[in-house]
């Protein structure tokens, strides 16, 4: 059988690699990320090659101007590449350390958003429908290990797919190994640029690449091809129980208008605790966006506070995430301001008056009996002989107690509030409707027995309580 050289043996991996993943069709405009080190100026010259499907090629470098005139003249290097296929160029410069301060990010992970945001306005200028990168096995490997490292779960160790979420992103050599890629280089007669910054081991990939890896390879030589094989394994797996969480999730969670997550309590804990944890992750992200900066020990915390006897207790997120249980609910949402306080309101006769904090109060004369069993719960009916005007709405203060309507005893209205599931927050912006010192009514929540109506009453008042939040 006749030994395939390392050009046509690159060559026909790539092409059964995008047979398999789909990445290109003919004609395709595609944008090439060239950093202009050696994974990427193979990853030009193989697309190039590949003239079955004639790729419409756009060649784009971010600088990051971290190596002052280094940097910059990996700029003018990948233009001069450029310009040797006769490609379009396209360069932006990015202060990255700038932006991880201001971010609080590392330079890799503010590299890693700036590349990323380039990327996808080229790509959206030019109307480009992929972005080809250049990560190959061993960077796939590497990647394994670093989020193990760090300790991610299932996901994180699935790491780089050959096609992105929405298919933009594509890696047509993950098939690849770096010594190939260096075959290829040297056959070709590629020159390219060696960034010193790469051998620095004070970031934490090049320590796995250049300690780790090569550590690993002495216990097994096929050590790196095998941790990418297993990250592809992973990545099937993930694939599998994503499907499984979205069906979860249409059955658990429940978005809100204001794009947080609701889920039954009594629900989840029904599940598997791995699908458990991975409805947090998504009803976090629903609310915040992304998962940046949630950790295990979040979704951990979560987990506890759904299993927990208590029927109530919020957890502080970071970027003002607050996860809130309240009896068999527990509420995914960014932290909002505390609802204040009801301020107090003198009612002195029939009208609309507005209440602090939104919402009405309307209080009309009534003008025949009340449909006995169809009263809503923003909806009482008073004798106005047993509690004529003024009346005075405000909110609950600790020691408040009513004799509920049927009963002949006090209960406290914080009993009352516990009994109909009240949130805490919103317990002291519930409007109580008293008549001196007798409490008429918890909005929403009970009637009392002091003013109630009866086949004697003659003058009668039906209040209601319209554009507020009760429960």
């Known amino acids: ?78 233009e001069q590449c450029a310009q040797t296929y006769a490609l379009p160029f396209v360069s932006r410069g990015e202060q990255v350390k700038a932006l991880a301060e201001w971010e609080r990010l590392s330079l890799e992970d503010a590299g890693r958003r700036a590349r990323y945001a380039f990327f996808d306005d080229v790509a959206a200028a030019c109307g480009a429908r992929t972005v080809a990168l250049a990560h190959h096995a061993d960077d796939q490997a590497e990647t394994l290990l670093m989020r ?62 250049h300690e780790l890896v090569p550590y690993l390879g002495r216990l097994n030589p096929g050590a790196a091809s095998r941790l990418a094989r297993t990250a592809e394994l992973l990545a099937d797996d993930e694939a599998l129980l994503s499907r499984l969480v979205e069906e979860a999730l249409r059955r658990h969670v429940m978005v809100t208008e204001q794009g947080g997550a609701i889920c039954s309590v009594d629900t989840l804990r029904r599940e598997p605790r791995g699908l458990r944890r991975r409805l947090y992750r998504k009803a976090i992200a629903l609310a915040k966006g992304d998962l940046a900066r949630i950790s ?30 309240s009896y068999n609910e527990v509420a995914f949402a960014r932290r909002m301001a505390d609802i204040p306080s009801l301020q107090e309101l003198w009612i002195d006769g029939p009208g609309c008056w507005p209440l602090s904090g939104g919402g009405e109060l309307v209080v009309e004369i009534a003008t025949g009996p009340p449909p006995w069993g169809e009263l809503s719960t923003t909806e009482s009916w008073f004798d106005l002989e047993l509690a004529p005007f003024p009346w005075l709405i405000r909110g609950w203060r600790p020691g408040d107690r009513m004799i509920p309507l049927g009963m002949t005893g006090e209960k406290k209205v914080k009993d009352i509030f516990i009994d109909q599931k009240v949130p805490r927050e919103l317990r002291r912006s519930i409007p109580l409707l008293f008549r001196g010192d007798s409490l008429l009514w918890v909005c929403g929540c009970r009637r009392g027995e002091s003013a109630r109506i009866t086949a004697g009453s003659r003058a009668m008042a039906v209040v209601q309580i319209r554009g507020r939040r009760l429960k």
């Open 148 to 209: 193990l490292v760090r300790g991610a779960g299932g996901l994180g160790l699935s790491a780089m797919q050959p096609v992105g979420a929405g298919g933009k992103y594509v890696r047509p050599l993950l098939a690849l190994g770096r010594q190939e890629i260096e075959a290829y280089l040297d056959a070709r007669g590629l020159a390219f640029r060696q960034d010193q910054s790469n051998t620095d081991v004070a970031f934490l990939r090049n320590r796995i690449r």
């Open 296 to 325: 295990f020990d979040h979704v951990d915390a979560i987990d506890r506070l759904v299993l927990s006897e208590n029927p109530s207790g919020r957890l502080h997120l970071p970027e003002e995430i607050l996860v809130t249980r």
């Open 1 to 78: 059988m006749k030994t395939l050289s390392p050009v046509d043996a690159v060559l026909k991996k790539v092409r059964a690699f995008n047979a398999e993943h789909g990445m290109f069709r003919p004609g395709d405009r595609v944008v090439v990320a060239v950093s202009g080190g050696a994974d990427s100026v193979a990853l030009v010259d193989i697309l190039v090659s590949l003239n079955e499907l004639r790729l419409d090629l756009v060649v784009a470098h971010l600088n990051h101007k971290l190596r002052g005139a280094a940097s910059d003249e990996d700029e003018r290097f990948v």
